[in-house]
C-alpha cells in the first residue's frame, strides 16, 4: 500500500492523507477501485481523529482507496472554505484517478457530525459532487449554525441533482439532534432520490466505526449500531457496483427511487408523471383500459392512490405479463424526459 500526505492549503493546514492500494498483479481480476474521502467530525474547530484512520482502514479492507480531508477548521472555517477544500480535493483525485487505479466515476463521500455537514454539502451543492455521500450523525441542517454560524442549511439545498446517500444516527444524540437526519432523508424523499437510512435506539455522539478500539467500553450503545460500517459497504455495491471479472459490475440501485428523473421515459417511472406525457398518455391509455375492464375495472380511488406507484409495479400487481411490460418499456425508452 502506497500512503502519501499531501499539503492542499498551507496557510489554512488542509491536508488530503492518500491510502491507495495495489490494483492489477496479484490482483489481476481489479484493474481500478472505487474511492472514498472521509471528513472527520469536530465541529468544524478540529478534525477527530477517532473519525479518520479507523474510517478508513474500515474501507481499505472493503477494497476502497481511501483518503482523509483534513479540512479547514477554527479561524478558517467560515464558509465556503470548508466546501472549497472538498472540491479540491475530488477534482485532484478524479485528475489522478489514473495514476491512483481509481473509477473516476465512483468515488463516495463519508462525513461525521459536522464532517457530515460538509459531506451533505458536497452531494448537495459542490462543483465536484461525489457519487455516494455516507452522512454519519451529520449536522445537516440549521444545528450547524451552532458551531458554524456562516455554514448553510443543507437540507434546504436537496434537489434532483443529489447523489444517493446512506444515513445513520442514535435516537438519544444529545449533540446533533436525530431531526437532522430525519429532515435530510424526508428531503431526500420529495427529490426522488435513492436513499437508505438507520436511526438506532440509543447510543452517544460520536460513535466512530463503533469498535473497542474507538469507544469507552463504560459507553451505553445499541448494540446494532456497528453494523452502520458493513451496511454502508453493502449499500455502495448497490449504487457503484461491485468487483468482478476485470470490472465492475452494475450498480443494483439506480441514481433515483423512480425513474421520473431519467434521461428517457420507461416503465419504472410513476404511472401518474406518464399520464402527464402526451405520448406516453397515447401508449398507455389504451392498454389500461383493456386490463381494467377484463379486471371488473378500477375505481377513481384506487385509480388515485397508484399515481405515485411505478407503472411496472401497477402492471405487475395486476397480473399483466411480463412480455407486455417489456415491450411497453421499450415504446418509452423512445420518449425523451423533457
Known amino acids: 500500500m502506497k500512503h502519501e500526505m499531501l499539503v492542499l492549503n498551507e496557510q489554512r493546514n488542509v491536508t488530503l492523507e492518500c491510502y491507495i492500494q495495489k490494483v492489477g498483479g496479484h490482483f489481476s481480476y481489479v484493474p481500478k ?3 472514498i474521502v472521509i471528513l472527520p467530525g469536530g465541529g468544524y474547530e478540529y478534525c477527530s481523529d477517532r473519525e479518520a484512520d479507523p474510517v478508513a482502514s474500515a474501507y481499505l479492507h472493503a477494497g476502497f482507496q481511501a483518503f482523509v480531508l483534513r479540512y479547514s477548521v477554527g479561524e478558517h472555517k467560515v464558509w465556503p472554505n470548508p466546501l472549497n477544500d472538498f472540491d479540491q480535493a475530488m477534482e485532484l483525485i478524479r485528475s489522478r484517478a489514473d495514476e491512483w487505479g481509481i473509477y473516476p466515476d465512483k468515488i463516495a463521500v463519508i462525513g461525521f457530525s459536522a464532517g457530515g455537514h460538509l459531506a451533505a454539502a458536497a452531494a448537495t451543492m459542490s462543483c465536484n459532487r461525489p457519487n455516494a455521500a455516507i452522512l454519519a450523525y451529520p449536522a445537516a441542517g440549521s444545528d450547524i449554525r451552532n458551531c458554524n454560524p456562516t455554514a448553510p442549511d443543507t437540507i434546504a439545498y436537496v434537489d434532483e441533482n443529489t447523489c444517493p446517500c446512506f444515513l445513520f444516527a442514535t435516537r438519544t444524540d444529545e449533540l446533533v ?21 438507520h436511526v438506532y435506539a440509543y447510543g452517544p455522539h460520536g460513535v466512530s466505526v463503533c469498535n473497542s478500539a474507538v469507544q469507552a467500553p463504560w459507553v451505553s450503545i445499541c448494540n446494532r449500531v456497528p453494523h452502520w460500517v458493513d451496511d454502508s459497504v453493502e449499500w455502495l455495491k448497490d449504487v457503484l457496483g461491485d468487483f468482478g471479472n476485470g470490472e465492475m459490475t452494475e450498480p443494483r440501485c439506480g441514481h433515483y427511487f423512480t425513474a421520473d428523473c431519467e434521461p428517457t421515459l420507461s416503465a419504472g417511472c410513476t404511472l401518474g408523471y406518464l399520464l402527464r406525457n402526451p405520448q406516453a398518455r397515447e401508449i398507455l391509455l389504451p392498454l389500461v383500459q383493456k386490463y381494467t375492464q377484463m379486471m371488473g375495472g378500477f375505481s377513481d380511488e ?14 405487475q400487481f395486476a397480473r399483466i405479463p411480463t412480455e407486455v411490460i417489456d415491450g411497453l418499456d421499450a415504446q418509452l425508452r423512445q420518449i425523451p424526459n423533457v
Request: hydrophobic content about 55%; charged content about 15%.
Open 33 to 35: 477501485r472505487p474511492a
Open 177 to 197: 439532534s436525530v431531526d437532522n437526519t430525519i429532515g435530510f432523508m424526508a428531503a431526500l424523499s420529495k427529490a426522488n432520490i435513492a436513499f437508505e437510512s
Open 302 to 315: 384506487l385509480l388515485a392512490s397508484v399515481q405515485r406507484v411505478t407503472l411496472r409495479a401497477v402492471m
